[in-house]
């Protein structure tokens, strides 16, 4: 596995255990204890670790072995969790797909991985994705097997179905001391989840036991965590916040997790009440949506202690809103893909700490924002975030020469903007990166600029982020046509990405159409007037 050459050693810091080494703890303290739910089964500790078991065996048997990039792209399912974990007893690498990739996203990611294994659900949201991926397969060599979860749809002969994976152990000692003999290094990489970049071309990003687990660990000091404790998520598994926090983090405290694989405030609140469920994590349209619930029905959601939302700012008004409606405390934090959540508010910081910054780092992780020159910012100047410390990743797989470029020395150069307060709280400011983030998904806005330079209608594309009451931003086209007397309407465009497989969630959702684009001396379009023509609509 390639990664990233010597970068300062945490050694002190790290956990050095692994995932299963905690599930293995849970399974010895509280074996009937409900570890996962959702929407179809639930499973206490000692079920899971025994169907964990038996799909590693499965995995196995199709030929997976140590090193290998298993490929999972499933809904906030139970099998998600199980097929993570599996993978991980063997040494194996979870690739986490988001749902809504389509055809163009998942050939690009499935081969720059070289995945052995895809995990697909039959049919969500009424997708297809069975015949989704028969198109694609002539494009994946070195594919081996796909693996279908769910029984709504018939699975081809080529593919597997989920429980032909589960296979018995019940009697085989041999096949159980094959597990046990598995040495899994806590260095190794784990996990290989795709961010978005600068260039538009996603990005590989490395992480390994060590890293994946230290920054679960943040969490459960940071909110005093126990076995008692109820997360709720339904930020999908394969964003980092919806990974790390939702598949992995309640089985390190030894709690109870309920997923959610399509977000419905009302029966979040529902589950609130049945489960007693205590804290939760996701964008902050969740937030807004959860109040917005909670004054419409009569619902006990006492046990919920915390709200954590994340990928924007939280509006000093829906804080206020709040305090009249519900009694959870909302915080406030800010991380990435590379190094998982950073700085987060704190339980007793007021409503000004909460609402205007994105809070302090977690003690280990270290935080600072530079100039041009590279000096320390003063308290309130604005520059550049670097970050560094035990969460951070290992490296973008297969592009070391780009990970070091982002590296100043052992800081890790971010691509956000922010401001340091004089208490160390950190506020968000602005992107170098060019990306919009719709509800809590990132839309990479140079891959949707080239798709739509394909398009043989338009000369020129540009894709800024308008304001959105909701989701707070949305993807919004300047285009330039070749011909200016030419038909042209959103249908026709989103049409068009939908023949090039493109996910409707990165679409845009509304366009503009100009003769020419505002540019530089030099010819350089300038976006930000294109999003300041937006504010003035």
Not at 83 to 108: C, D, F, Q, W
Not at 463 to 482: H, S, T
């Amino acid at each position: 596995m390639e990664r990233l050459g010597e970068l300062t050693s945490y050694s002190s810091q790290w956990l050095n255990k692994t995932i299963i080494d905690y599930l293995d703890e849970a399974i010895t303290r509280t074996p009937n204890k409900t570890a996962i739910i959702d929407s179809k089964s639930r499973y206490t500790y000692k079920m899971l670790g025994s169907v964990v078991d038996r799909v590693a065996l499965g995995l196995l048997d199709l030929g997976i072995k140590k090193g290998d990039v298993i490929s999972i792209q499933l809904p906030n399912w139970n099998e998600f969790v199980i097929l993570h974990y599996a993978a991980s007893k063997i040494g194996a690498i979870t690739n986490p797909l988001v749902p809504i990739y389509r055809e163009r996203e998942l050939t690009y990611m499935i081969k720059e991985v070289g995945a052995k294994l895809l995990v697909i659900p039959d049919c969500f949201r009424g997708h297809d994705y069975i015949e989704m991926v028969e198109k694609c397969l002539k494009e994946w060599p070195e594919l081996e097997n796909v693996v279908v979860v769910g029984n709504s749809l018939p699975i081809p002969e080529e593919m597997k179905s989920f429980a032909s994976l589960v296979t018995s152990i019940d009697s085989q000692e041999k096949r159980r001391n094959e597990l046990l003999n598995i040495e899994i290094d806590p260095n190794e990489v784990t996990e290989i989840i795709f961010t978005s970049g600068t260039t538009g071309l996603p990005k590989g990003v490395m992480h390994t036991h060590n890293t994946l687990c230290i920054t679960s660990h943040y969490w459960i000091d940071h909110l005093q965590l126990t076995n008692e404790d109820v997360l709720f998520m339904a930020s999908t598994f394969a964003h980092q916040t919806g990974f790390a926090y939702g598949v992995r983090l309640p089985t390190q405290y030894g709690g109870t997790a309920i997923y959610q694989d399509t977000w419905n405030p009302d029966a979040f609140l529902k589950l609130i009440e049945t489960e007693n469920v205590t804290f939760t994590a996701g964008a902050t349209p969740f937030l807004k949506d959860t109040i917005a619930a909670a004054k419409k029905r009569t619902a006990d959601i006492s046990s919920l202690k915390y709200f954590i939302a994340l990928g924007a700012p939280i509006p000093r008004n829906l804080v206020k809103q709040a305090e009249k409606v519900v009694s959870f405390k909302i915080l406030a934090g800010w991380g990435q893909t590379e190094n998982g959540l950073v700085t987060l508010t704190k339980r007793n910081d007021s409503i000004q700490k909460l609402t205007e910054t994105d809070g302090v780092a977690f003690t280990g992780m270290e935080v600072k924002v530079v100039n041009q020159q590279l000096e320390t910012c003063q308290a309130g100047e604005e520059g550049n975030i670097y970050c560094r410390g035990p969460a951070l990743f290992r490296g973008y797989y297969k592009q070391i020469e780009k990970t070091q470029s982002e590296f100043d020395q052992d800081w890790f150069i971010t691509g956000d903007r922010g401001v340091m307060d004089e208490d160390g709280y950190l506020r968000i400011t602005g992107r170098n990166k060019d990306i919009i983030i719709r509800g809590g998904e990132n839309i990479p806005v140079s891959y949707i600029e080239n798709v739509l330079y394909e398009y043989e209608l338009i000369n020129d594309v540009q894709v800024v982020a308008m304001p959105d009451e909701r989701l707070q931003e949305k993807a919004c086209a300047f285009i330039q046509l070749k011909q200016r007397d030419t038909t042209f309407t959103l249908s026709m465009l989103q049409q068009f990405l939908l023949k090039k497989g493109v996910a409707k969630q990165y679409w845009p959702e509304h366009f503009v159409l100009l003769d020419e684009f505002p540019r530089t001396a030099s010819g350089k379009i300038q976006k930000f007037k294109l999003r300041e023509s937006l504010l003035k609509n």
